[in-house]
């Protein structure tokens, strides 16, 4: 019995420096865990950083080829033919989201006057059984001048316009409150020039693979419909003229440093 006391007596003894080195171990794995877990990103930053690639560097999937249909020449500019930045626009006047979009083109067209250059292109869809002829009546008040100015009642007025049996009547209402010619412009929209243009953009489009409306194109790469806000776009543009200033001054500098030698 007595060496059976001792035996049990003894067994503390020896499970002590297993509880030392199983202290030891869990400290240093969390030890481990914790000097991993402070090297990672904070879930913000991850965020921002994901969020400026998509906005800035990653390529996007639709690109202009080089060697697309042109469109309507010329094109319905606004801006500089010379700018380091082309927006362009595929867009259908029966298109709701359009028409909705057509107030953050008007401000970025705004913000950056000669600085980009903006260009507007019919792509009525078949499914809208007025697009076409509005594309049309556009492009009439453009050979006078005013497409913007048609475009922007187009746009603004479309709820109207629509559903109503008596659009062109509505339509030459708004021909005569931009100052257009009325009855030039209604000889215009039968003729075969405004047409063509129409036509010329559709064909640049579908050559493009243009699908949906509005599709906007920044330096010739698409941009998803969720990007088509003034802050995204902005953000956009600007890192286009940072790109295209950086380009154009580095061999500058370079030019003019041979040159004082």
Request: hydrophobic share 40%; charged share 15%; proline share 7%.
């Amino acid at each position: 019995m007595a060496k059976v006391i001792k035996s049990k007596a003894k067994e503390p003894k020896s499970n002590t420096p297993m509880l030392i080195i199983g202290a030891v171990l869990v400290g240093a794995v969390l030890g481990g865990w914790w000097y991993w877990s402070s090297q990672q990103p904070t879930p913000a930053t991850a965020n921002a950083n994901t969020a400026a690639n998509r906005v800035t560097s990653t390529p996007r999937p639709n690109t202009i080829p080089a060697n697309a249909p042109p469109g309507a020449n010329p094109p319905n500019l606004a801006g500089s033919a010379t700018a380091a930045v082309t927006l362009e626009e595929f867009a259908d006047f029966q298109c709701g989201s359009c028409a909705t979009a057509n107030p953050i083109m008007n401000e970025i067209k705004s913000l950056y006057g000669s600085r980009i250059k903006f260009v507007f292109r019919n792509y009525p869809l078949t499914m809208h059984d007025k697009a076409y002829d509005a594309a049309v009546a556009a492009e009439a008040a453009g050979m006078q001048g005013k497409f913007w100015d048609m475009q922007n009642q187009l746009f603004s007025n479309q709820k109207a316009w629509a559903t109503a049996p008596t659009y062109k009547q509505l339509w030459k209402g708004y021909a005569e409150k931009i100052g257009l010619d009325t009855a030039k412009w209604e000889t215009d929209t039968i003729g075969i020039a405004a047409k063509g243009r129409v036509d010329a953009d559709l064909a640049r489009g579908k050559a493009i693979g243009v699908s949906s409306t509005p599709t906007l194109y920044v330096n010739g790469s698409a941009i998803q419909f969720t990007e088509m806000t003034v802050p995204a776009l902005k953000t956009m543009i600007d890192a286009e003229l940072l790109k295209a200033t950086s380009q154009s001054t580095s061999p500058a500098a370079a030019n003019t440093g041979n040159s004082s030698k």
